[in-house]
């Protein structure tokens, strides 16, 4: 019988090639799983809905892995207001740990304005929020330094602000597995930002549309397949993964050397369903199945199934059901 593929030693990312297969050290007490950059309200239907990808995966992570002793922490910047509080007291509601959210008084809660579309949604993000704001303190260099793992994207880099202070957190947390979720959204990004989250992260998370612009920012050609392209990302950077998502097609996972897939699954959708959030569900799989050693076969599964379950649902963070919940390998 034909062993299970077992997820590969996670380094720490190197500009060498060489140092791809070295072991990276994860203490006991290494249990925050950092949701790091822009915390927003998306407004759907006239309704406040908590969301940003950084912030969804922590919520999620944190709901998959917190029987393992995990916390989800998000490192985000929320306004003196009452989105502010609503977003703490809804933070708090899910166990994640608010003692790293910073506060602004002179500038608003982010939101963004979400607009249902034929093909998905397109997304009005409101600009010269707090976020945009965000500032390194000895707070965030202190929780970057014992952080197992860090999400971050492209869109909490939009401001000079922003885009020095997530900086400077990934390249401090180096002892963390670093999730670069690329997540491009507007003309919120460049090639300078996708150059440095590829060369500062074990983890590349992107979907088809994201493909091309990622290759023209690393100076990469496209090959003839998606699946050859990120090979082509991984063999030019220090990534040790690429996740892959397709929507309801599912998603796949590549390394230098295995490329796995699994099974779409459907959950029957709510009346009021969106997809939102449910690429975040899926990283979330993704981490708990590298932090857990599951075979490649059974994160791929896992993921899939959260993504599922999320975009069958209202919103970016529903409660996820106890039997989502238990991991096999």
């Not at 925050?32 to 908590?50: A, H, R, S, Y």
């Not at 990808?53 to 306004?79: D, E, K, S, T």
């Amino acid at each position: 019988m034909e062993q299970p593929k077992r997820s590969p030693t996670i380094s720490m990312p190197s500009q060498s090639q060489s140092n791809k297969n070295k072991k990276r050290t994860l203490t006991p007490s290494r249990k925050t799983i950092v949701g790091l950059g822009e915390l927003l309200f998306d407004i759907i239907d006239d309704q406040p809905i908590l969301g940003g990808a950084p912030v969804n995966f922590a919520i999620q992570a944190h709901q998959v892995l917190f029987q393992y002793g995990y916390q989800g922490v998000p490192a985000v910047r929320l306004g003196n207001d009452c989105l502010a509080r609503q977003a703490i007291t809804q933070l708090q509601s899910f166990g994640l740990n608010t003692n790293f959210v910073q506060y602004d008084a002179r500038h608003p809660t982010g939101t963004a304005i979400v607009h249902r579309e034929s093909d998905g949604h397109r997304f009005e993000i409101v600009e010269n929020v707090c976020w945009d704001h965000f500032q390194w303190d000895d707070q965030l260099d202190l929780l970057s330094r014992s952080a197992a793992v860090v999400c971050f994207g492209t869109l909490g880099q939009r401001s000079e602000f922003g885009r020095s202070t997530i900086q400077q957190f990934v390249e401090s947390a180096e002892q963390a597995i670093r999730i670069f979720d690329v997540n491009l959204r507007q003309h919120y990004y460049n090639a300078d930002i996708i150059k440095h989250g590829c060369h500062h992260a074990n983890l590349l998370k992107l979907n088809d549309d994201e493909l091309i612009p990622v290759c023209q920012s690393l100076g990469i050609s496209p090959a003839d397949t998606p699946t050859h392209s990120c090979q082509q990302i991984l063999a030019e950077t220090p990534l040790e993964y690429i996740v892959f998502t397709q929507g309801a097609l599912g998603t796949t996972m590549i390394t230098t050397d295995i490329v796995q897939t699994g099974p779409p699954v459907e959950f029957t959708p709510a009346p009021n369903a969106d997809s939102v959030g449910a690429g975040d569900a899926c990283t979330a799989g993704i981490i708990a199945g590298l932090l857990l050693e599951l075979p490649l076969e059974a994160i791929v599964k896992l993921a899939n199934r959260l993504g599922a379950y999320v975009a069958s649902k209202p919103g970016a963070t529903p409660t996820l059901p106890a039997n989502l919940l238990t991991l096999q390998s």
